[in-house]
């Protein structure tokens, strides 16, 4: 029997966070297109939610895509978008198998009526009463837009 060379862990109680960053360095550096990257991001992502459940954290934020990504080449954005609902169609079924409740914050609006619809379905089917992991996934957010939001909010309270 071959004897697991990582110790079992227990992150209960824990949240942690992470900043997707770095995709496109790690595509350029391997010679492969900036979509391979996000590609091979996704797989690290999947690795690590299993992980994280596997070691009962509590809760995962992951800061997927921010307000300043809108300015990247339209073609890498779309490579996005079209992850986004394939990453949504492939791995919800394994999240519910795994316990996992998956929601998502920021504006994302701006992906369109697609990405908004298998986000809404992604919530709903894994909206658990007790979850053994909460992964939360922020698209669309930004130091800047949080701010004007925070003042219109303001704006409208006085």
């Given at each position: 029997m071959a004897e697991n060379k990582y110790p079992s862990i227990?992150?209960?109680?824990?949240?942690a966070a992470i900043i997707m960053d770095g995709n496109g360095r790690w595509a350029k550096k391997n010679a492969l297109n900036v979509t391979s990257?996000?590609?091979r991001g996704l797989k690290t992502v999947i690795k690590i939610v299993e992980s994280a459940a596997k070691a009962k954290l509590d809760s995962l934020s992951l800061y997927a895509f921010s307000t300043e990504n809108w300015?990247?080449?339209?073609?890498?954005?779309l490579g996005i978008k079209k992850l986004i609902i394939s990453a949504i169609d492939s791995q919800v079924p394994e999240l519910i198998n795994q316990e996992v409740r998956l929601n998502f914050f920021g504006d994302y609006s701006s992906f369109g009526d697609d990405v908004v619809d298998a986000i809404k379905q992604a919530e709903r089917v894994t909206a658990l009463n007790d979850p053994k992991l909460k992964l939360n996934i922020a698209l669309g957010y930004g130091g800047r837009a949080d701010i004007i939001e925070a003042a219109k909010s303001i704006a409208t309270d006085i």
């Open positions: 227990d992150l209960s109680g824990i949240n990257g996000h590609e300015s990247r080449p339209k073609k890498e954005v």
